[in-house]
């Protein structure tokens, strides 16, 4: 049976194969036109299982690696659960729609669980090309028109049908006759459904209107399958079509909100501190980590550096004075490195100046960016953080700016001092889950950053081995290719969230 395996993730492949050791019946239910895209983890898969056998399908599930995540309240469906899982060789998390039981309505609602699993799951057929059991194309036939009909609404009535539905129409047509297909719809639903399906099909349906007929008919021998009433699914459905606008929106505006908004592990949420010298690749690994995360689960980012990520709005105009005047000064530890000049001047006193009002206004916006990190991270969503702060390196890679002052005659400096400190040192009492450290040869880093020295290079580095935020931290070597070290950073996150 174990032939081929064209276009499978090999995570996907061992899971199949698992399956069918165990001797659990399954079957992958619909699209089944995209269901090579779906097996190289593109897109979701949607797999019924019998419910009798659900303890060995999550041992299984749990043995390949995959993790139960729960879907926010507008996005719940009756007898749907979902597991993510993660492909370490390709560096792709891909999801598994876990159908006990066959709900299907209108987008929003699915409002109507239906009896046929077992009937689909006795007629599934093998795929030996991809090694996976697909339902029969009549039993995908008939449920896909079903489907279109229940989904009905009537802002539809002058719309065409999706492209997406008429591409998979004209798929199953080539795969079916409508003979099958009206036997399989009598046997489902009884005779009256079945004779109006029968006219759909010699109408060849183009618009959605055409299902109007054969929605009212499904609705009335459908009752039995529904525990909502006209007042309850209306209710119901426009709430989760409100969230999910609200959504949509949130993303496209690149919101990182501190609320989950599709799906959150049960066992809570995860704070993963990204940290590394300049040129370690920390915005590449970042970017790649919130796209790939975030195809199917909550993820924030957030950025607690000084540099050129996002800032607090008291911070933001002294970054752009910084940027003009003051170059990495800011940046660096408050002291007077004035050497050219054998007195303190004005202008030295004046960047001085500047530069504590920096460290403490950097210091709230830790503080503030702390809290939030927090609030993510209980809301059960996978923090992301851009650097971290930290106080076993002082004057650079995010640790404290003022602690020149420590021993200064002025006690307003000196509290200072210890107000910042007592900052930093939170991010220790609240550490991260988990700290990456992106390690880097020198030789690459000035490759990759050519405005820096060797030996800037050797010191953040060195720098970077020193800070110890977590007992659990990771280092990955990104001078290799970028797939494989994301894969790798991947691979360490998938074992805390």
């Not at 050791?21 to 995209?34: G, L, Q, R, T």
């Not at 129409?169 to 009598?186: G, H, P």
């Not at 459905?237 to 959504?247: D, M, P, Q």
């Not at 953080?385 to 002052?405: E, H, S, T």
């Amino acid at each position: 049976m174990h032939k081929g395996g064209h276009g499978l993730l090999q995570s996907i492949r061992e899971m199949l194969r698992s399956f069918e050791d165990k001797n659990i019946d399954y079957c992958h239910w619909k699209s089944n036109a995209n269901l090579e895209v779906s097996l190289n983890g593109d897109e979701d898969l949607d797999m019924i299982f019998r419910f009798e056998q659900k303890n060995d399908i999550e041992m299984i599930l749990n043995q390949h690696g995959l993790k139960r995540f729960r879907s926010t309240s507008h996005m719940q469906y009756n007898g749907i659960e979902d597991f993510i899982g993660f492909d370490k060789s390709t560096a792709k998390i891909w999801h598994l729609h876990l159908h006990y039981r066959l709900s299907l309505g209108e987008k929003h609602l699915k409002g109507y669980t239906v009896p046929w699993i077992n009937h689909i799951l006795n007629n599934r057929i093998y795929n030996s090309k991809f090694e996976i059991y697909h339902s029969r194309p009549e039993d995908e036939y008939s449920l896909l028109l079903l489907r279109i009909a229940l989904k009905l609404r009537w802002r539809d009535w002058a719309r065409k049908i999706d492209i997406d539905d008429i591409k998979e129409i004209n798929w199953l047509e080539e795969r079916t006759e409508n003979k099958q297909v009206l036997e399989n719809v009598k046997y489902l639903l009884g005779n009256d459904v079945a004779e109006e399906f029968s006219k759909l099909l010699r109408r060849n349906p183009v618009y959605k209107k055409d299902f109007i007929r054969i929605q009212r008919k499904l609705r009335r021998s459908m009752k039995q399958f529904t525990y909502y009433n006209n007042v309850t699914s209306y209710f119901m459905r426009t709430s989760r079509e409100v969230l999910w606008l609200l959504t949509g929106i949130s993303k496209r505006i690149n919101n990182s909100s501190l609320k989950p908004k599709r799906r959150v592990s049960p066992s809570g949420g995860s704070v993963v501190a990204i940290i590394g010298c300049d040129g370690a690749g920390k915005s590449t690994t970042l970017k790649y980590l919130k796209k790939e995360f975030g195809k199917k689960i909550d993820v924030s980012n957030i950025y607690l550096g000084s540099g050129d990520g996002s800032s607090s709005l008291l911070r933001y105009p002294m970054r752009l004075v910084a940027r003009k005047v003051g170059g990495k000064g800011l940046g660096r530890s408050v002291k007077n490195n004035n050497k050219d000049s054998k007195k303190s001047t004005f202008k030295a006193k004046l960047y001085s100046a500047a530069k504590v009002i920096w460290a403490i206004t950097l210091a709230i916006e830790k503080k503030n960016k702390l809290k939030k990190i927090t609030k993510a991270r209980n809301n059960g969503i996978l923090v992301l953080a851009d650097r971290y702060p930290q106080i076993d390196v002082k004057g650079f890679n995010d640790g404290p700016l003022l602690y020149n002052y420590k021993y200064s005659r002025s006690k307003l400096l000196r509290n200072l001092v210890k107000w910042e400190e007592s900052i930093y040192k939170k991010a220790y009492i609240n550490p991260p889950d988990l700290v990456i450290k992106l390690m880097i040869t020198p030789e690459i880093a000035v490759k990759r950053k050519p405005e820096m020295t060797t030996s800037e290079v050797i010191s953040k580095i060195e720098a970077v081995k020193k800070i110890n935020l977590s007992s659990n931290i990771s280092e990955i070597d990104t001078s290799k290719d970028k797939i494989k070290s994301c894969g790798e950073v991947m691979e360490e996150i998938w074992r805390v969230i």
